[in-house]
Nanobody, 122 residues
Framework: QVHLVESGGGLVQAGGSLRLSCAAS????????MGWFRQAPGKEREFVAV????????SYADSVKGRFTISRDNAKTTVYLQMDSLKPEDTAAYYC???????????????WGQGTQVTVSS
């Protein structure tokens, strides 16, 4: 079992930055690929970023590539999402996920956090 708790969301102006954190419980953190998904009101949930177990591989949605950076600290059992050059269309609830496979598919993730809201004003 893995329990995920996100933090760091909030209100920011367009062009600003936020850093999301996701603290994971359990001693097997390094055995999971970690990722972030987001869901805006009235829209489907979408993939944002994923990082491999060791942190050596990362993938991003085209919409955030070059602006967002995913990283992890296995010693602290925490994954981060640095979000720069934020746009109003980045407004959404952001969810941290953990799973056995390095994938962009939400169905393959076994554990989800409760979400943290990010609102970007224009």
């Amino acid at each position: 079992q893995v329990h995920l708790v996100e933090s760091g969301g909030g209100l920011v102006q367009a062009g600003g930055s936020l850093r999301l954190s996701c603290a994971a419980s359990g001693r097997t953190f390094s055995s999971y690929a970690m990722g972030w998904f987001r869901q805006a009101p009235g829209k489907e949930r979408e993939f944002v970023a994923v990082i491999s177990r060791s942190g050596t591989s990362t993938s991003y949605a085209d919409s955030v590539k070059g602006r967002f950076t995913i990283s992890r600290d296995n010693a602290k059992t925490t994954v981060y999402l640095q979000m720069d050059s934020l746009k109003p269309e980045d407004t959404a609830a952001y969810y941290c996920v953990a799973g056995s496979y390095y994938t962009i598919l939400s169905n393959n993730y076994d554990y989800w956090g409760q979400g943290t809201q990010v609102t970007v004003s224009s």
